[in-house]
């Protein structure tokens, strides 16, 4: 009877045996296609304490995007907040304390000197009990697209200044922009 316990004890820790190995290498699984899609985008995403005194976890495109390493950030969570100019100071903490979502674009300094714009959303993640245990931002790089937008402005006033008129034309031969002066000429 002892025997046959024993088998039976043995036909069990292999079927737990088998569970695990499953259990372990879906898990290498997931964490394999995490890895793939931290290391290929071009976001910075992180995860941290609502206070940002510690940070679990950033992807690489930190290092990209702030030209810092993600072992500094891990060693100096706060040195995030470093690089927001002071005039930039509201979009600091002010959202995690209040536990609100958010959605900001504000200015950094690169570890080269640059200034870099970076939009960048926060989530508030909640435990059992409904309180804030970490947020999850993802942040990118808008620098280019901020400059191109400027240019456009400053496009926009110069062809609204001009004293000549001045209209654009699509392709199927629809006015799609007139400046004052070509309104002015033609009404």
């Given at each position: ?98 536990g609100r979502l958010f959605d ?58 001009m004293s000549e008129a001045v ?21």
């Amino acid at each position: 009877q002892r025997t046959e316990e024993l088998l039976q004890l043995n036909a069990d820790l292999r079927v737990q045996i088998s569970k695990r190995e499953l259990a372990e290498k879906s898990l290498r699984a997931s964490e394999q296609r995490f890895r793939e899609i931290a290391d290929t985008i071009h976001e910075v995403f992180w995860i941290a304490t609502p206070e940002l005194d510690r940070v679990l976890y950033v992807s690489p495109g930190y290092e990209r995007i702030w030209g810092r390493s993600c072992d500094s950030l891990y060693a100096d969570p706060r040195s995030l907040l470093d690089t927001v100019p002071a005039d930039d100071a509201h979009t600091k903490l002010e959202p995690r304390r209040q536990g609100r979502l958010f959605d900001r674009e504000y200015r950094i300094t690169h570890s080269d000197g640059t200034t870099r714009w970076v939009w960048n959303r926060g989530f508030p993640i909640r435990d059992e009990a409904g309180t804030i245990s970490r947020y999850i931002d993802v942040a990118l790089d808008i620098t280019e697209r901020k400059r191109i937008k400027d240019a456009l402005r400053s496009h926009s006033q110069v062809l609204h200044s001009m004293s000549e008129a001045v209209s654009f034309v699509d392709e199927q031969g629809l006015i799609r922009f007139t400046n004052p002066a070509f309104d002015a000429m033609f009404g």
